[in-house]
C-alpha cells in the first residue's frame, strides 16, 4: 500500500480532495442508512464514555456522538488527510472539543488506547486482509465494550458481480456509485478478497456477532441489510 491507495481500490486522499458538495453526500451512507440504528444502539447499551469511528469520512458518526454525548471522548480515525483536515476545521467552527481526528490506514490501527464503542462502517469492503483489521479493530474495544460494523457477504458479492457486468443499466448520475469506476472500487469485494460472514468474524475474534436491529429495534432497516449487514460484537 502506498499512500492512502489501498490495493485493489482508490486513492482515498484524491477521493476527497476532488469530491463536490453533492458527491459528498453520496460518498456519506452512514447518515442515510445507519445513524438512526446507531443512535438507538448507543442508547439501548449505555452512554459511551469513549468512541472511535474508524473509516469516519466526513465525521457524520464522530460529530452525532460528541454532540449527544458532550462527557464521551470521541475520535474519528481515516486514511486521507483531505477528509480529516476538514473534520478537523469543522470541529474548531462549532467548539466541539470532545471530539478529535487521527489518521488510521487499516489493517493496522494501534491507537494506544481502548474505546467502550469502535464502529468501522462501510470501511472494511476496502481493506484486502479483513481478518488482521478485525482483530486490531477489536483489540481497541475495552472490556464490556462492543466492535460495531458493517461488512459485505457472498449475497452481496453476487449482487456487485451483477452491477459490475453492466454498470450503466444498474447506476446513473443519481447513484453513489460511479458506473465508469465501479468495478475498480469495489475489486475487493467482487474478487471474495473482503468477504466476511457472521461464522468468519466468530472464528476471527471468538465472539459471535449481533444484528444492531436486535437492540435497536426501533429502527429502519435498510434495503441492502441482508448482504450488507450491520452487526454489533461484544467483549
Known amino acids: 500500500m502506498s499512500g492512502t491507495t489501498f490495493e485493489g481500490t482508490i486513492d482515498w486522499d484524491e477521493h476527497w480532495r476532488e469530491i463536490t458538495d453533492g458527491e459528498r453526500e453520496y460518498s456519506n451512507p452512514s447518515e442515510a442508512l445507519l445513524l438512526d440504528a446507531l443512535r438507538e444502539f448507543l442508547t439501548e447499551r449505555g452512554p459511551p464514555e469513549s468512541y472511535a469511528d474508524v473509516g469516519c469520512g466526513p465525521g457524520t458518526a464522530a460529530f452525532d456522538v ?20 476538514a473534520n478537523r ?42 481478518e488482521r483489521a478485525l482483530r486490531t479493530l477489536y483489540d481497541a474495544v475495552a472490556p464490556g465494550g462492543d466492535l460495531v460494523l458493517t461488512y459485505h457477504n457472498r449475497y452481496a458479492r453476487a449482487v456487485f458481480r451483477k452491477i459490475a457486468e453492466s454498470p450503466h443499466e444498474h447506476l ?22 473482503s468477504l466476511l460472514s457472521y461464522g468468519r468474524i466468530h472464528d476471527v475474534l ?27 460484537v461484544p467483549k
Open 66 to 85: 460528541a454532540d449527544r454525548y458532550p462527557d464521551a471522548a470521541v475520535v474519528g480515525y481515516d486514511a486521507a488527510e483531505p477528509v480529516l483536515d
Open 206 to 232: 471468538g465472539a459471535w456477532p449481533q444484528s444492531v436491529w436486535s437492540v435497536a429495534d426501533g429502527a429502519e432497516r435498510y434495503r441492502a441489510w441482508r448482504h450488507n449487514p450491520f452487526v454489533f
Open 89 to 130: 476545521e469543522r470541529a474548531a467552527e462549532e467548539g466541539a472539543e470532545n471530539v478529535c481526528f487521527e489518521q488510521a490506514i487499516l489493517p493496522e490501527f494501534d491507537p494506544d488506547r481502548q474505546f467502550d464503542v469502535v464502529s468501522a462502517c462501510y470501511v472494511l469492503c476496502y481493506v484486502e486482509d479483513t
Open 172 to 193: 446513473d448520475e443519481g447513484d453513489a456509485w460511479d458506473p465508469e469506476h465501479f468495478a475498480d472500487r469495489f475489486e475487493l469485494v467482487l474478487s471474495g478478497e
